[in-house]
Structure formats: structure tokens, C-alpha cells
């Protein structure tokens, strides 16, 4: 089993920061692309920014030059760092990691429980 844990959200004023963290966790093998997505309420999930293995990031244009994704391959472990948050910002955020776990021949995304994230104006 891979358990994804997040940690970081809350409440934070309109330019503030937050730093998200999320912990994969179990039978891991190797572990492809980490990444965050986010939902905020009536909403579909939309992709935040990713980093892969090689350390190639992938940012959304409605979070570049404010929002920074990064890794530490040791722990597992991947963080976003949000600066100047908005209210637009205010969703659940969800991380995932693309895994290979011990026992099965292929890649498979794993997803966190969530974080809210709510920016006030």
C-alpha cells in the first residue's frame, strides 16, 4: 500500500503564504511524476504544477511566478510554496504521486486526502 499525507493548508489573508507538503508513504518502488492539483467549490480539478523525476516542473499559468513546486527525492517528499495568494486561490488542494509499488508491474497515481487552502480578501 502507498499512503499520501498532506499537511500545510489553512486560513490566510489575500497576500499572504502557505507552504504545502505532502509525504508519500509504504511499499514504494520508485515514483515517477509528484504534483499538486486543486478543486475549489462547484469546480472541476485543475492541474497546480507537477515535478518529475528528473526535476522538470510544470506550472499552471494562473499560479506562475506566485506559486513553486519542489522535491525532495530522499524523503518522498514534495511541497508547494504559495506566495501572494489571492481568494481565487481558496480550493481543496490534492497531491499525487505516480508510483511503483512493490508488487505491481506498472506506474499508478496515488492521491492525498486533501488540504484546504482559503485566502480571505
Known amino acids: 500500500q502507498v499512503q499520501l499525507v498532506e499537511s500545510g493548508g489553512g486560513l490566510v489573508q489575500a497576500g499572504g503564504s502557505l507552504r504545502l507538503s505532502c509525504a508519500a508513504s509504504?511499499?514504494?518502488?520508485?515514483?515517477?511524476?509528484m504534483g499538486w492539483y486543486r478543486q475549489a467549490p462547484g469546480k472541476q480539478r485543475d492541474l497546480v504544477a507537477t515535478i518529475s523525476s528528473g526535476a522538470s516542473a510544470n506550472t499552471a499559468d494562473s499560479t506562475k511566478g506566485r506559486f513553486t513546486i519542489s522535491r525532495d527525492y530522499a524523503k518522498n517528499t514534495v511541497y508547494l510554496q504559495m506566495n501572494s495568494l489571492q481568494p481565487e486561490d481558496t480550493a481543496v488542494y490534492y497531491c499525487y504521486a505516480a508510483v511503483l509499488a512493490l508488487g505491481t508491474p506498472y506506474f499508478l497515481d496515488y492521491w492525498g486526502q486533501g488540504t484546504q487552502v482559503t485566502v480571505s480578501a
Open positions: 509504504g511499499s514504494i518502488r520508485s515514483i515517477d511524476d
